[in-house]
Structures are given as C-alpha cells and as structure tokens.
C-alpha cells in the first residue's frame, strides 16, 4: 500500500514558477514509476509527466514539454514536478500517482494509487 501527499500548489501569475512535492509513504515506494496528472474544472483528468522507478526516464506531455521536469531521489523520498513559463492554461488540481510495471504517457486508468491533489492556480 502507498499512500501519496502532495504540497506545493498555489496562486502565481502567468509567466512565473511553482514546484511540486508529492511524499510517500510505504517501504516499497521506490519500486513504482510516478506520474503527474492534472484535472481542471468540466474536464477530464490528463497526463502531465511521468518518471520511471528510479528518475532515469521521464515523460512529458506536449503541453508540458520544455517547461515542467519531474524528479526524484528515492533515499529523499518526496518526487517533484517543476512548473515552470506557467500560463493559465495551466491552472487545475494536480495530482501524482504511483504505478507499478513500465513507465511513459499512460492514462489514468494505469495507476494503483492516487494522492488528494493540490491546486495551481495561474493569473493572467
């Protein structure tokens, strides 16, 4: 079982930067790839970026590329999806998830464990 909480989110206007934490608990959290995920309001929950067990891989969504990087340090713990060039296209509840087996831009439905989400906010 892993239990997953994320931190970080918050208002900030359009051109700055946020960095999201999502810590973890359970002694095989090291073993899962973690995604990012992103759901605004009337819309469905989309794929943000990815990063396989131990960071070597990772996986961004169009919308993301060159402007979000995800990152982890298992000895550290917490994984981390740096935002940044934000825009309000952007705003909406994050979430990260953990899932087992390979890693790259899968869907929501690949995951086995979710956090609550935490909600960026971006200003024109």
């Known amino acids: 079982q892993v239990q997953l909480v994320e931190s970080g989110g918050g208002l900030v206007q359009a051109g700055g930067s946020l960095r999201l934490s999502c810590a973890a608990s359970g002694r095989t959290f090291s073993t899962y790839a973690m995604g990012w995920f992103r759901q605004a309001p009337g819309k469905e929950r989309e794929f943000v970026a990815a990063i396989s067990t131990i960071g070597v891989s990772t996986y961004y969504a169009d919308s993301g590329e060159g402007r979000f990087t995800s990152s982890r340090d298992n000895a550290q713990n917490p994984v981390y999806l740096r935002m940044d060039s934000l825009n309000p296209e952007d705003t909406a509840v994050y979430h990260c998830?953990?899932?087992?087996?390979?890693?790259?831009?899968?869907?929501?439905?690949?995951?086995?464990?979710w956090g609550q989400g935490t909600q960026v906010t971006v200003s024109s």
């Open positions: 998830a953990a899932k087992g087996g390979s890693v790259g831009r899968f869907g929501p439905s690949t995951y086995d464990y």
